[in-house]
């Protein structure tokens, strides 16, 4: 897919994510699964000098809709691109401004999702120390 189509909802998930971290950071992480009409948000930063938090635990009565629905205008502009659906994104923002879109095509009725959360989490967090809220 063109890049230059990306780069607008890109950097509007971008906004979204740093509108809700309210300190320094180096590195948001936001991984959305799509399944059906259910929607999975998680959105996990690692503050300056601190342990990781999350900042998304209450995505069911709506506190993160904005970041939800731009996630899924990025997966329409990939569908109307002839592109075939992705079930799920996972977007690495750096605090010098870059950015990192990995897509997947797993089919979630056919996996393990504790095996397959396990797996995301080693890739992206390895070792990442949580604060305890």
């Known amino acids: 897919m063109d890049k230059k189509l990306l780069k607008p909802s890109l950097e509007k998930i971008g906004r979204l994510a740093c509108d809700r971290v309210h300190e320094g ?3 948001i992480w936001i991984r959305f699964r799509k399944i059906e009409d259910l929607n999975e948000l998680c959105m996990v930063y690692e503050p300056m000098d601190k342990p990781a938090r999350y900042k998304t635990a209450d995505i069911l009565n709506g506190a993160d809709t904005q970041v939800v629905e731009a ?3 990025l997966r ?3 569908e109307k691109a002839g592109e075939e659906p992705w079930s799920s994104a996972t977007i690495v ?3 010098e401004g870059t950015f990192r879109l ?3 095509y797993e089919d979630f009725d056919k996996i393990d999702f504790a095996t397959w959360l396990a797996a995301w989490e080693k890739k992206y967090w390895g070792t990442l120390r949580f604060a305890h809220e």
């Open 25 to 27: 950071f180096k590195r």
């Open 71 to 73: 996630l899924k205008e």
């Open 76 to 78: 329409l502009k990939f």
């Open 93 to 95: 923002i750096e605090a």
């Open 102 to 104: 990995d897509l997947g």
